[in-house]
Each structure stands twice: as C-alpha cells, then as structure tokens.
C-alpha cells in the first residue's frame, strides 16, 4: 500500500492512495490514531487494507496540502558516500564503516513545495536518495533480521549547501538548512516494493539525468546500515535513515552545476515514487 501526510481543511492527517484519489485513515484506523508516525508505532498499517482496497477516492490530492512523508520523525540519520560512484568523485578512501550524519526534522518539506537556496550561499547541490522508514524499533538489530523492521520506503533529496558542509569536518550546518529535505510523495510498503535491490533510482535536474545507479550498489546495504545504526541509538518507529546518493552530484562536476531560482530537482525510484521540487530563493 501506499500511505500519504497531509493537512486537509486545516488539520493536519493521513491516508491511503487509490486510484483517482486518497482515502483518508485520520482516525478511523483506530480513534486517536490522527498520523502515519503514530499508526506505524500502533503496528497498524497492516488493518488498513480493509478500510482502503475497493473504496473509491474521497478526494484527490488537489484538495489536500501534502507534507513530508513522516513530518515528525524522532530520528533523522542520513549516509554518506555509500555509492562508490559517488565515493571515487569524491576523492574519499574506503571506509570500514559507513559515514552517518544527522538531518533536524523541521528541514524538511513536501513533494512540490520549493527547496529553498539560502541567502548565504550560492552552492545548493542534489542528492537523490532512498529512504528507509523504521516501522518496528529496536537495539542491537541483526542484519539477518532488519528488513522486518522496515515500514516502508520514499524518495528524499538529501539537498547539501555545499560550502557550509566543508567549513570543518562535521556535515552538519550544510545538511540542516530549512526547507532543504524534500520527502515524499509517499511511504510505499515493502509487499509492494519487494526486493529493495533492484530499484533503480534517478535524479534529474531540469528534465536531465543527473544521476543514476541501482539500490545494488549500495556499498553498506540497507540491513547493514539498520543493525549498525541500532547498535549507537534505539531505532524507533517512524525513524528514518537516508542511504545516500549516486555519483553524479553538481559539486563534483567541471564546472560544478549547483541549483538556482526556478531549477526543477525530480528524484524517481520506479516502484516507489516520483518526488519533484521547485528551487527558490529564501525570502
């Protein structure tokens, strides 16, 4: 299934895709259950089904403000250079680990709302990414058993203000800009999604193909990156981990290709989502 966040008359809600439109789940899974966050802690995104599969669209996506998959997750933690395209371009050695870093909720934003380029900087670059949303949480978790804990996945752009992120060693103040975290359009489960590695992802800026590999090539696959992260924080429901970008980004380019003012970034994983962004300028 495919679930959505979005506020409808004003109030914030979620619910499922079907064809034409959504059915709106704020509540009617259970009383009190008003979020996709907390139907993924409750374990209830499987009693959906019969309250979605034959019913026709309430309403279309038109009639509703949609917001980031997850708008309040408690947990952001983002890879690094876990594409070895991505890694060579860099110019980075091998890592025995991978590289996390973190992202604050409230950068993110909204399939179709504008990723905004700071007033501070001029180097507003992509990164077409898989998110993974913790459905179950956990410590400790082993790889043979992460995918259990996974409640679906999405598209994110991990969108990076280049010369912040190098002003030391830490990535954070290039990561962490507002509204620079498009996520969405929606969670899309993994019955639906199947095997992970065959997913092709693609990033494309202004109609051209920017960057694209294949969720096989991942360096640190995404069981590898759960049991690691769950082994430094509990994993909770609604968590999310973003597992990093293929080579291709406009930093590493000559001449380097940084977004501007009324750029379009689309990042595509067929089977999971089309999320699409407009570039402006922070007012």
């Given at each position: 299934?495919?679930?959505?966040?979005?506020?409808?008359?004003?109030?914030?809600?979620?619910?499922?895709?079907?064809?034409?439109?959504?059915?709106?789940?704020?509540?009617?899974?259970?009383?009190?259950?008003?979020?996709?966050?907390?139907?993924?802690?409750?374990?209830?995104?499987?009693?959906?089904?019969?309250?979605?599969?034959?019913?026709?669209?309430?309403?279309?996506?038109?009639?509703?403000?949609?917001?980031?998959?997850?708008?309040?997750?408690?947990?952001?933690?983002?890879?690094?250079?876990?594409?070895?395209?991505?890694?060579?371009?860099?110019?980075?050695?091998?890592?025995?680990?991978?590289?996390?870093?973190?992202?604050?909720?409230?950068?993110?934003?909204?399939?179709?709302?504008?990723?905004?380029?700071?007033?501070?900087?001029?180097?507003?670059?992509?990164?077409?990414?898989?998110?993974?949303?913790?459905?179950?949480?956990?410590?400790?978790?082993?790889?043979?058993?992460?995918?259990?804990?996974?409640?679906?996945?999405?598209?994110?752009?991990?969108?990076?203000?280049?010369?912040?992120?190098?002003?030391?060693?830490?990535?954070?103040?290039?990561?962490?800009?507002?509204?620079?975290?498009?996520?969405?359009?929606?969670?899309?489960?993994?019955?639906?999604?199947?095997?992970?590695?065959?997913?092709?992802?693609?990033?494309?800026?202004?109609?051209?193909?920017m960057q694209e590999a294949t969720l096989a090539d991942l360096i640190f696959p995404i069981e590898t990156l759960i049991s690691y992260c769950s082994s430094f924080t509990p994993l909770r429901p609604g968590d999310v981990?973003?597992?990093?970008?293929?080579?291709?980004?406009?930093?590493?380019?000559?001449?380097?290709?940084?977004?501007?003012?009324?750029?379009?970034?689309?990042?595509?994983?067929?089977?999971?989502?089309?999320?699409?962004?407009?570039?402006?300028?922070?007012?």
């Amino acid at each position: 299934m495919q679930f959505v966040s979005y506020t409808r008359l004003g109030l914030p809600g979620f619910g499922a895709r079907v064809d034409g439109g959504i059915v709106d789940l704020t509540g009617r899974i259970r009383p009190g259950i008003t979020s996709l966050r907390q139907a993924i802690a409750a374990d209830l995104l499987g009693e959906a089904a019969p309250l979605v599969v034959g019913r026709p669209a309430e309403f279309t996506e038109a009639d509703v403000a949609l917001l980031p998959v997850v708008p309040d997750p408690g947990k952001i933690l983002c890879v690094g250079l876990n594409y070895e395209t991505h890694r060579a371009e860099t110019k980075r050695p091998d890592a025995k680990h991978p590289t996390i870093f973190t992202r604050f909720a409230d950068t993110q934003i909204a399939h179709r709302q504008p990723i905004l380029k700071p007033r501070v900087s001029d180097h507003l670059d992509y990164e077409a990414e898989l998110a993974v949303v913790i459905g179950r949480g956990g410590r400790y978790i082993p790889e043979d058993r992460a995918l259990e804990h996974v409640a679906g996945y999405a598209c994110y752009n991990d969108a990076t203000i280049r010369d912040w992120q190098r002003h030391t060693f830490q990535f954070t103040p290039g990561k962490n800009f507002p509204s620079t975290g498009p996520f969405g359009p929606q969670l899309v489960t993994p019955d639906e999604v199947g095997d992970y590695r065959t997913l092709k992802i693609v990033g494309r800026l202004n109609g051209q193909v920017m960057q694209e590999a294949t969720l096989a090539d991942l360096i640190f696959p995404i069981e590898t990156l759960i049991s690691y992260c769950s082994s430094f924080t509990p994993l909770r429901p609604g968590d999310v981990i973003l597992t990093g970008t293929p080579g291709g980004v406009g930093d590493r380019r000559e001449p380097p290709v940084f977004m501007k003012s009324g750029d379009v970034f689309e990042v595509e994983i067929p089977g999971v989502g089309l999320l699409v962004n407009p570039i402006a300028v922070e007012p």
